[in-house]
């Protein structure tokens, strides 16, 4: 029994994802480092007689991850993607192809005319 997946939904427009999507995604990362904050600070205390220099780099992240975290929070929604483009280009033809083998009397006569023209 196998479960089918949805097929893949293309992005065709330049919309934003809506806002209670935006404000729902920072909520979650700021919850989740202030849950690593939480178990930042709980190991400080925990090491600090134990194990000092593994405490206080833990006493260190707890005390920078908050201002991060709201950083991060309050850094605004993402830029809107670009429109697509109207224009399809098709493919370029080289301008010139490569030499093709001229028989020798007839590229003769091609030299001569352009010197003729002189």
Do not use: C
């Amino acid at each position: 029994m196998r479960k089918r997946q949805a097929p893949p939904v293309f992005r065709i427009t330049g919309a934003r994802q809506g806002l209670d999507e935006d404000v729902r995604g920072r909520q979650r990362r700021y919850v989740i480092s202030m849950l690593v904050r939480t178990v930042a600070v709980i190991l400080t205390v925990v090491l600090w007689n134990v194990q000092r220099p593994l405490a206080v780099v833990t006493l260190v992240l707890g005390l920078t991850l908050p201002y991060v975290a709201v950083v991060i929070a309050n850094a605004g929604r993402e830029n809107a993607p670009s429109s697509p483009s109207t224009f399809v280009t098709g493919a370029s033809r080289p301008m010139l192809g490569p030499a093709e083998d001229v028989p020798e009397d007839e590229a003769e006569g091609i030299r001569g005319s352009r010197s003729d023209a002189r």
